[in-house]
């Protein structure tokens, strides 16, 4: 056991070094990652250190302690496939076109008092996070939405994620409460029915559980609205309503196993988040071309006793309470700026704008608006390198 525990812990060690000799130059990344950089070169030190000490200690230490060891080093290995597996590829993909990217993370992040500290980067993929608070966060966004403007807001739903993880028992709490509402509701419901068959009383857990997710999927939509305002509405719908059928309708097995509402059920929840802020118009508009595309796909409106009209009422209200705990930034879409630029939020949506008044003309407009948006962002932000030794990249391990 001491040898193959000293074999173990030798690998890791390699596996470590190898890892910070493949990361790029610190001086040579945006300083939108330098958090980022940090971070994931402390957290390798760590282990580094750990690592060595279990070597000590399997050198003078009894056969006692063998099995402390072994925890140890699983725990480390672990520690370190979470970081050559998902946290450094942000910085082994990094290129200067990432910046915008960048920018709308960093911006985001810094507006908001619970997440000023914590380092933010994105990687290729569908849109998504992981948003373990005390680790680095990486965002996701598919390839050829990283360079225009137009999905970039569905950032603000993912972090809706991360806003949720900073305030976890509370908003366990207020979910919780939701889903006991809807419990309530349902047995009313079987009552009224007359049923009280033993798979009757499955099936209701079943959907309660299900709202534990459901609920935070649809909360996460509520912060991109109140962040982005139409430009997440229109992203949103957008990145959706083109996969399928499967948007619009799911059998009660697949329904059980998901972890998000039926897109279409979302997006009427937008509509009623438009509707509460006066945007009655965008919200029938929104409505109305999800209905059409149902009606193409013959698609009726059926959730198998997931969702029911009397849930909306609950629904909307414990919304409200988390957005009250989280207190998102909210987008004013009256606020007035001297130029475009000055907010990557009237951009964004200037940008929807533009789409719909010219689809055609739309790439030429957004590809000038990403230069003068870069350009204006840097004049405001000039890049101001903190490294004092341009000859100590961090890479030292000692």
């Known amino acids: ?26 001086e040579t990344i945006a300083v939108e990652l330098a958090s980022y950089y940090d971070q994931i070169m402390k957290s390798c030190r ?9 070597l000590r200690d399997l050198k003078k230490g009894s056969a006692e302690i063998l099995e402390d060891i072994l925890s140890n080093t699983q725990t480390h290995t672990r520690e370190f496939h979470l970081y050559n597996y998902r946290l450094v590829t942000p910085l082994r993909r990094y290129r200067e076109s990432d910046l915008l990217c960048l920018k709308i993370i960093r911006w985001l992040h810094q507006v908001h008092p619970e997440t000023q500290k914590i380092p933010g980067a994105f990687c290729d993929g569908d849109v998504g996070i992981y948003p373990s608070v005390g680790y680095p966060i990486t965002y996701f966004m598919p390839s050829s939405a990283q360079y225009g403007l137009l999905y970039l807001p569905l950032f603000f739903h993912e972090f809706g994620h991360l806003l949720y993880s900073c305030h976890k028992a509370e908003m366990d709490q207020l979910v919780f409460e939701l889903q006991k509402k809807i419990d309530t509701i349902l047995k009313q419901e079987l009552l009224n029915q ?12 079943v959907v309660v ?46 329904l059980a196993r998901s972890s ?13 988040f438009l509707e509460q802020t ?41 919304i409200e309470n988390m957005l009250t705990e989280t ?34 003309k739309y790439p030429r407009w957004e590809k000038q608006a990403v230069v003068d948006f870069l350009a204006a962002f840097k004049a405001r932000h000039p890049i101001r390198r903190r490294y004092k030794n341009p000859q100590n990249t961090g890479q030292s391990l000692q």
Request: glycine share 4%; hydrophobic share 40%.
């Open 1 to 26: 056991m001491r040898e193959m525990l000293e074999q173990a812990n030798l690998a890791l060690l390699a596996e470590i070094d190898l890892l910070i000799d493949a990361l790029p130059r610190k």
């Open 194 to 205: 007359s049923a009280k068959r033993p798979k009757d009383a499955q099936k209701r857990r």
């Open 278 to 318: 006066g945007f009655y118009a965008v919200a029938q508009r929104l409505t109305d071309e999800w209905q059409s595309i149902a009606n193409a796909l013959n698609v009726k409106e059926n959730y198998f006793g997931f969702y029911h009209p009397n849930f909306q009422q609950p629904i909307l209200d414990t």
């Open 260 to 272: 998000h509402p039926i897109a279409w059920l979302r997006i009427k929840f937008l509509a009623h």
């Open 327 to 360: 207190a998102p930034y909210k987008f004013n879409s009256h606020q007035k700026s001297k130029r475009t630029s000055a907010s990557p939020i009237h951009l964004l949506n200037l940008a929807w704008q533009k789409f719909y008044e010219a689809p055609k």
């Open 209 to 254: 559980q299900t709202w534990f997710t459901w609920t935070q999927e649809l909360f996460c939509d509520a912060v991109g609205f109140r962040i982005g305002g139409l430009s997440y509405v229109y992203a949103c719908s957008m990145y959706l309503k083109m996969w399928g059928i499967d948007r619009f309708h799911l059998i009660y097995e697949k």
């Open 46 to 54: 760590s282990l580094r250190r750990k690592i060595n000490q279990s």
